[in-house]
């Protein structure tokens, strides 16, 4: 995955800036106790980005920031880690 701004490569997502608003949804889904997916969610982050792990995290990535920017939701603590 190339960061356009700076040319940097990742190998993975978790070095990507936005791996923190991913890996919320995941303590998201740990404190809901949806636990069943977590693992999988974790190696995604972890793996060399393919196009199937990169769909994946741009569907979470996309919903959870347009949960931030709606100011009256449980996730408007988010907005701190995008700004």
């Known amino acids: ?9 990742y190998n993975t ?3 990507h800036p936005l791996a923190p ?6 303590d998201i889904l740990i404190s809901k106790d949806l636990n069943h997916d977590i693992q ?5 982050a972890n793996s060399p980005l393919t196009n199937e ?7 979470i990535v996309a919903s959870m920031e347009m949960l931030i920017k709606n100011d009256y939701n449980e996730f408007s603590e988010l907005a ?3 700004i």
Request: glycine share 4%; proline share 0%.
């Open 40 to 44: 999988h969610l974790l190696d995604i």
């Open 1 to 9: 995955m190339n960061n356009i701004n700076y040319g940097k490569i």
């Open 13 to 15: 997502f978790a070095e």
């Open 80 to 82: 701190e880690l995008v």
């Open 21 to 26: 608003i991913y890996f919320k949804y995941i």
């Open 53 to 59: 792990n990169i769909k994946v995290i741009a569907e």
